[in-house]
């Protein structure tokens, strides 16, 4: 049976594909008709949008599967690998916007470019309304079950807002006699596109390469363990990011004339709380020290 999570970002993903394809049917509807290159190319770039939200959810469905023996800890980093993917794309996509903007600027042969028609305009404002709703849809649902390849499909939706608005401008600019416009704002586009694709790579990186996760669930995890009767203090505590999940080693240190079934009792304790409090811990491991060994 699938897990929430799984669940939530399929169906997240399953809107978005919809929404996609049929705005960029429309897009390059306008753009043949209203002879609009800019809207014809934006038309493209929402159809890419459809293959990456693919990836997006070929990658959360590996993620979900459970542990096997070739992969005793799960596979909730493959979440991460789409990730990657898709900074690639958004990185491709933004350096692809920009060499073409740089080229026309600097060929300087704007008389070249078409006049385009009203409908451009039309299709110019709706694709940006239509993107950045998918974009805080799916910005909303990426932080809710925390997916690292929600998120960056969120922001690859919010490029392509981006994109439009350019389109936009551009469009305006040409039918008021100035066709560098289109250009001009697509340079800007792309430095937005990069910066996205930059965070995104960065916060999958993080997530692949153990990195702890932050102070105050560190704090939190510190004060849950010492709540617990009988644990006089924590000797180590060491966190690793997993995908978007937690591992956790806990050290803590209690009496040492207690038995071993008395501090194997604490241990569990301690153990079952972490994991009922922390949804996002996926294994923690308790080590018991007694209290006269720290001292020492």
Known sequence: MENQFEKTAIQVSAITIAANLLLSVFKMFAGIWADSEAMISDAVHSASDVFSTVAVMIGIRIAGKESDKEHPYGHERMECVAAIALATILAVTGIGIGY?????????????????????????LISIAVKEGMFWYTKI?????????????????????LSSVGALVGIAGARMGYPVFDSAASLVICLFILKAAYEIFQDAVDKMVDKACDDETEQKLRECALSHSGVAGVDLLRTRMFGNRIYVDLEICTDGSRTLLESHDIAERVHDSIEQNFP???????????????QG
Do not use: F, Q
């Open 280 to 294: 996002k811990v996926k294994h923690i491991m308790v080590h018991v020290n007694p209290v006269k060994k720290r």
């Open 100 to 124: 073409s903007a740089a080229g026309t600027i600097i060929s300087g042969h704007y008389e070249t470019i078409k006049t385009p028609g009203r409908l451009a305009l039309l299709a110019a």
């Open 141 to 161: 649902y990426a932080k809710k079950i925390d997916s690292g390849a929600l998120m960056a499909d969120a922001w690859h939706h919010r490029s392509d807002a």
